[in-house]
């Protein structure tokens, strides 16, 4: 098992890149090809703009504590926040456009918002899990097979 990186870092938008950064840095360090590593990025950027949004409902209103660590050949990557929880399956499926042209691009006004956050990163990752207990918080584990 490999050693685990944790860093906490203040709920702002202005911080998530830090947290991308962080996270992608020990992905290429754990040798994981660059395609993997934007993946990384991606899904890490929209699980913390999640946590801001829906659990702080918005920024200053608590800190994300985001751990990476390479087990077993996976890259992990933790996120943990101590604001409101919610049921992963209380999330709408998203309401992707019917692109039945292959030629054209899809229409993104067909869209509807909401639950795509969660559908981006469990496109980009191998796996992802939520934990929620009301006394430590929530913690978001999403892994990258290498």
């Known amino acids: ?9 203040p709920g702002r938008y202005d911080e998530i890149q830090k947290i991308c ?34 659990a702080y409902g918005g920024e200053d209103a608590g800190s994300i504590r985001v751990g990476w660590q390479l087990q077993n050949g996976n890259f992990i990557i933790t996120i943990h926040d101590n604001g409101r929880s919610f049921d992963p399956n209380d999330v709408p499926k998203p309401t992707l456009p019917n692109n039945s042209d292959d030629a054209a691009p899809p229409n993104i006004d067909e869209v509807k918002v909401g639950g795509l956050g969660i559908h981006f990163m469990e496109q980009l990752m191998d796996e992802v899990t939520f934990a929620f207990d009301g006394k430590a918080g929530n913690t978001l584990t999403m892994m990258k097979k290498k």
């Open 1 to 9: 098992m490999g050693d685990k990186h944790v860093q906490t870092f």
């Open 21 to 54: 950064q962080f996270v992608a840095d020990g992905a290429a360090e754990c040798g994981l090809d660059p395609t993997a590593v934007f993946h990384i990025e991606l899904a890490c950027d929209e699980a913390c703009t999640n946590v801001i949004e829906h």
